[in-house]
Nanobody, 119 residues
Framework: QVQLVESGGGLVQPGGSLRLSCAAS????????MGWYRQAPGKQRELVAT???????NYADSVKGRFTISRDNAKNTVYLQMNSLKPEDTAVYYC?????????????WGQGTQVTVSS
């Protein structure tokens, strides 16, 4: 069994910063792509950023230049550094990971961490 556990969410003022972490544990030989998504109240879950095993990144236009995704393969952990936060960044943030298993690639999700940007 594989588990993803996010941490680092909280309440921050506009213009502030937060760093989210997501650690994968369990029967893991390797991890392909990892990513962060978010879901605001009344809205669909949306892509924030992804990173491949080789370090190639992709960002939603709304966070480019403000958010940075990174990963530590030795720790099976992905990070999201969020700077210049805006109220519209308020959402539950979820991480995911594509993990190769004997029957093929499988997508795992974390339980989510709340980020609230408010004065």
């Amino acid at each position: 069994q594989v588990q993803l556990v996010e941490s680092g969410g909280g309440l921050v003022q506009p213009g502030g910063s937060l760093r989210l972490s997501c650690a994968a544990s369990g029967s893991i030989f390797s991890i392909n792509a990892m990513g962060w998504y978010r879901q605001a109240p009344g809205k669909q879950r949306e892509l924030v950023a992804t990173i491949t095993s080789g370090g190639s990144t992709n960002y939603a236009d709304s966070v480019k230049g403000r958010f940075t995704i990174s990963r530590d393969n030795a720790k099976n952990t992905v990070y999201l550094q969020m700077n210049s936060l805006k109220p519209e960044d308020t959402a539950v943030y979820y991480c995911n990971a594509v993990i190769p298993e004997w029957q093929g690639n499988r997508l795992y999700w974390g339980q989510g961490t709340q980020v609230t940007v408010s004065s």
